[in-house]
């Protein structure tokens, strides 16, 4: 028979899930934790930090059922593969419901059910709408943008010379994917939340992508300008700088959605999580910017 886990954790090797297990140990000390992996080979390493690994890919419901055995509170975080996230979403919620798992907090994406993103909001939408037909407690982490997604590509904009984009005048209120950790890891280690409860997440701070080229210019010492294109102009330009083409479109996408304000929220519920203001995104770009010596 399993043992008894407090809580278990999803996609525990992941740039997320790593920084929740860090932030859940932190705070509660004196729990079991477990960590899902795909593989097995990943469990070392966390053994080691003292915690209940189980393994199981969100492909195989049975082994889902198996893992969720003995799980009080599960953390969902959402699979990296596009297009297939709503079944694999649904292949976890229906082994959380036959395990008996007691409460299931999802990360989905700022204002899911009204975004105008094209791309990410749909297996969102449709594992919100799994969970709610589910007879499981669930609440919905509905996460806004990292500050890091931006932060990836500045090395590209100093090297070219400019930063590119399609977010127009957009304002993106992005927060460190370390804020997104602690907000998880205080909803599951709060008294558990009503059935369904949405919390949107988003930065204290936003920003324009033309503030942001300034802000990398100020830091760099050169001139970087944000340069806007359209959506299927900048998709055609990450093509072409070797990005697969559905990573490209999804990207594009989302800043076209970001130039409508759908990266945008001045919902303060993350910092009220956190329990102080959300990282600055200007920290998180001069941290993240590699400057030759």
Not at 19 to 42: M, Y
């Amino acid at each position: 028979m399993s043992e008894k886990l407090d809580y278990l954790i999803t996609g525990a090797t992941g740039q997320l899930g790593a920084l929740v297990l860090e932030h859940l140990r932190a705070a509660a000390p004196k729990a079991r934790i477990g960590a899902l992996v795909r593989r097995a080979e990943a469990a070392a390493a966390l053994e080691a930090q003292g915690l209940v690994v189980r393994v199981a890919s969100y492909d195989d419901p049975a082994a889902l059922e198996a893992a969720f055995a003995g799980v009080d509170k599960l953390l969902l975080i959402s699979s990296s593969e596009v297009g297939k996230r709503a079944e694999q979403h649904g292949n976890v919620i229906a082994a959380a419901e036959k395990a008996g798992v007691g409460f299931i907090a999802y990360t989905s994406i700022l204002n899911a059910t009204s975004s105008p993103l094209t791309v990410l909001p749909g297996e969102h939408v449709e594992t919100e709408e799994a969970l709610a037909a589910s007879g499981l407690r669930y609440a919905l982490l509905r996460n806004g943008w990292y500050s890091e997604n931006y932060v990836m590509g500045a090395g590209a904009a100093l090297e070219h010379g400019a930063l590119i984009g399609a977010a127009g005048d957009g304002h993106i209120a992005s927060a460190a994917r370390a804020d997104f950790a602690a907000a998880a890891v205080a909803v599951l280690t709060g008294e558990t939340p009503a059935r369904g409860t949405v919390y949107e997440l988003a930065g204290d701070d936003s920003y324009t992508l033309t503030e942001f080229a300034a802000a990398l210019s100020e830091i760099a010492g050169k001139e970087i300008p944000y340069v806007n294109m359209s959506e299927a102009d900048y998709a055609a330009a990450l093509e072409g700088a070797g990005l697969p083409a559905p990573v490209a479109h999804m990207l594009a996408d989302s800043d076209n959605g970001a130039a409508q304000d759908g990266l945008y929220s001045d919902d303060m519920t993350l910092s009220q999580l956190i329990g102080r203001p959300t990282t600055p995104w200007r920290e998180t770009l001069k941290a993240g910017v590699k400057l030759d010596a």
